[in-house]
Nanobody, 115 residues
Framework: QVQLVESGGGLVQPGGSLRLSCAAS????????TGWYRQAPGKQRDLVATITSAGSTYYADPVKGRFTISRDNAKNTVYLQMNSLKPEDTAVYYCKTNTATGVYWGQGTQVTVSS
């Protein structure tokens, strides 16, 4: 019943921008810390950014100043605005949240930064 669905990925040139969305059903994001992770081929899955129920944010060093995480509680959706994209940002991006009933991951959306 719980489902997280990412969208907004695609192919973009270096320096470009994308906005990823993570829409939830079966749960509400608002009480929980929600994060974006990414995984490049052959690499481990790394934390990108988090947002708490109070709106506090955290960003991994490689994306600081370029990415912004936000939440729209009315739409039950978490966003990741990605600006000044670099080839090293290429990865599958996943949203994740921890609830009282378990940890939930989306299926991921591919972001490719290339000329």
């Amino acid at each position: 019943q719980v489902q997280l669905v990412e969208s907004g990925g695609g192919l973009v040139q270096p320096g470009g921008s994308l906005r990823l969305s993570c829409a939830a059903s079966g749960i509400f994001f608002s009480p929980y810390t929600t994060g974006w992770y990414r995984q490049a081929p052959g690499k481990q899955r790394d934390l990108v950014a988090t947002i708490t129920s109070a709106g506090s944010t955290y960003y991994a060093d490689p994306v600081k100043g370029r990415f912004t995480i936000s939440r729209d509680n009315a739409k039950n959706t978490v966003y990741l605005q990605m600006n000044s994209l670099k080839p090293e940002d290429t990865a599958v991006y996943y949203c994740k949240t921890n609830t009282a009933t378990g940890v939930y991951w989306g299926q991921g959306t591919q972001v490719t930064v290339s000329s």
